[in-house]
């Protein structure tokens, strides 16, 4: 599966961005999705997934209450809505796709597919 990443920018703190990352193939469905960021100079961290139905979800501390991840498998997207943004979420994110059949855990190495980043910059 190949994934684009989209809907990053320039937001000010306590702003609101909506990341998209849409995937092709007919087999959206059957994968875990993930986001992740990178800040400059530090590790790719895990901010949320979400199962293969939608239905269960889990988030990083840091970004629980602020983020929500969603998908819409007849668009073969997922998306995650980020509100009330702070300086340290700069990051680029990247939406990454897991084939297993539940959300196993936050390492990267869960994750097959990777999106090629889309670049989050909150201004204080």
């Known amino acids: 599966v190949q994934l684009q990443a989209s809907g990053g920018g320039l937001v000010q703190a306590g702003g609101s961005l909506r990341l998209s990352c849409a995937a092709s193939?007919?087999?959206?469905?059957?994968?875990?999705m993930g986001w992740f960021r990178q800040a400059p100079g530090k590790e790719r961290e895990f901010v949320a997934a979400?199962?293969?139905?939608?239905?269960?979800?889990n988030y990083a501390d840091s970004v629980k209450g602020r983020f929500a991840i969603s998908r819409d498998n007849s668009m073969n997207t997922v998306y995650l809505q980020m509100n009330s943004l702070k300086p340290e979420d700069t990051a680029v994110y990247y939406c990454?796709?897991?084939?297993?059949?539940?959300?196993?855990?936050?390492?990267?190495?869960?994750?097959?597919?990777w999106g090629q980043g889309t670049l989050v910059t909150v201004s204080s």
């Open positions: 979400i199962s293969r139905s939608g239905i269960s979800t």
């Open positions: 193939g007919r087999t959206f469905g059957s994968y875990v």
């Open positions: 990454a796709a897991d084939p297993s059949t539940y959300i196993r855990g936050v390492t990267t190495g869960l994750y097959v597919y």
